[in-house]
């Protein structure tokens, strides 16, 4: 049984550019919600996904941008890149049905960004 | 606002002893929480959880407390291992899926 896959495991880029994150949930899983975690913090929320709509969103901006297909994979986007968004961004699955009786989350091993 | 926060960033044990980590939060209406462990390299990885109407909950070799009064938690690992040694974070739902992360804990363990 496959955990959550993310991939690249790692990306370089340079400022300005645009990047696509990739995830493929827990199966069983349908609904996946994404992380940014900066070196030495903890993941910050940003956004997630459930029957292919951005059900909730953190205090990100307009740049981070998402996608979740039929089969319940998920992508990341960020246009427009700056050196801050340099970090480990994470998947996270869980099942919707659940939402209220199991709440903890299965998290992908993440993709590190780096922006030069 | 949502805030979640650990005590001491670093903490180091000798293997065998008990580890307690510790955490903090803000908000009075949190109902839930969530211990995970991040090892390097890898993503957070559930390790016990509790919600606000229990005090305590034990699993295998870790316990979480909960007080809400003071609102703090903590994680108790008993005899601690090397393979314990990791960040350990606090998480705290308000909204299902939408999880609020402390800055973790990094925990040493001395052989």
């Known amino acids: 049984d496959a955990g959550v896959t993310q991939s690249p495991t790692h990306l370089i880029k340079t400022r300005g550019q645009q990047v696509t994150l990739r995830c493929s949930p827990k199966?069983?899983?349908?609904?996946v919600s994404w992380y940014q975690q900066a070196l030495g913090q903890g993941p910050q929320f940003i956004f997630q996904?459930?029957?292919?709509?951005?059900?909730q969103r953190g205090n990100f901006p307009d740049r981070f941008s998402g996608h979740q297909f039929p089969n319940y994979s998920s992508e990341l986007n960020v246009n427009a890149l700056l050196l801050g968004d340099s970090a480990l961004y994470l998947c996270?699955?869980?099942?919707?049905?659940?939402?209220?009786?199991?709440?903890?989350?299965?998290f992908g091993s993440g993709t590190q960004l780096s922006v030069l | 606002g949502e805030s979640v926060g650990l005590h001491l960033p670093t903490l180091s044990v000798q293997e065998g002893d008990n580890s307690i980590i510790n955490c903090a939060y803000s908000?009075?209406?949190?109902?839930?929480f969530i211990w995970y462990k991040q090892e390097s390299g890898k993503g957070p990885q559930f390790i016990i959880d509790?919600?606000?109407?229990?005090d305590k909950r034990q699993g295998q070799r870790v316990t979480v407390l909960l007080n809400k009064t003071v609102k703090h938690l903590s994680l108790q690992i008993a005899a601690t291992q090397p393979g314990d040694s990791a960040v350990y974070f606090c998480?705290?739902?308000?909204?299902?899926?939408?999880?609020?992360f402390g800055d973790g804990t990094t925990l040493t363990v001395k052989p």
């Open positions: 996270a699955s869980s099942s919707y049905r659940d939402r209220r009786t199991n709440e903890k989350l299965f």
């Open positions: 199966s069983g899983h349908d609904t």
């Open positions: 996904y459930y029957e292919e709509e951005e059900r």
């Open positions: 908000n009075s209406a949190s109902d839930y």
């Open positions: 509790i919600r606000s109407n229990m």
């Open positions: 998480a705290e739902n308000m909204d299902a899926g939408k999880s609020t």
